[in-house]
């Protein structure tokens, strides 16, 4: 059963960071582009940042570029996300997603996906 498992959030004060990391399971993850959604109440999914198989190339929406990182560990079948100098804006639910890779390049659009996880909450209190 294919499965994506997220990890990592919590309450944090502004100013601190986080690490989230998303965990899949039930297929071969290492032939998948990934992407970290956030969904803030109200509002739309947006995509935080997205990185291909292959690692070499990523992509940072600006809300988060110069604070976020999103790397994987393929061998452990793992993405992560590290948001540094954290904002009360940055409060959402966060969510990974996979999909296969079928070209170069990162998927930006929610739509793209074929695989989420459930969401990790992430709260920054100002």
């Known amino acids: 059963q294919v499965q994506l498992v997220e990890s990592g959030g919590g309450l944090v004060q502004a100013g601190g960071s986080l690490r989230l990391s998303c965990a899949a399971s039930?297929?071969?993850?290492?032939?998948?582009?990934m992407g970290w959604f956030r969904q803030a109440p109200g509002k739309e999914r947006e995509i935080v940042a997205a990185?291909?198989?292959?690692?070499?190339?990523?992509y940072y929406a600006d809300s988060v570029k110069g604070r976020g990182t999103i790397s994987r560990d393929n061998a452990k079948n793992t993405v992560y996300l590290q948001i540094n100098n954290l904002k009360p804006e940055d409060t959402a639910v966060y969510y990974c997603?996979?999909?296969?890779?079928?070209?170069?390049?990162?998927?930006?659009?929610?739509?793209?996906?074929?695989?989420w996880g459930q969401g990790t909450q992430v709260t920054v209190s100002s």
């Open positions: 997603a996979a999909r296969r890779q079928l070209r170069s390049g990162v998927y930006y659009l929610a739509r793209e996906y074929d695989h």
């Open positions: 039930g297929w071969t993850f290492t032939r998948d582009a």
């Open positions: 990185i291909n198989l292959d690692r070499d190339t990523t």
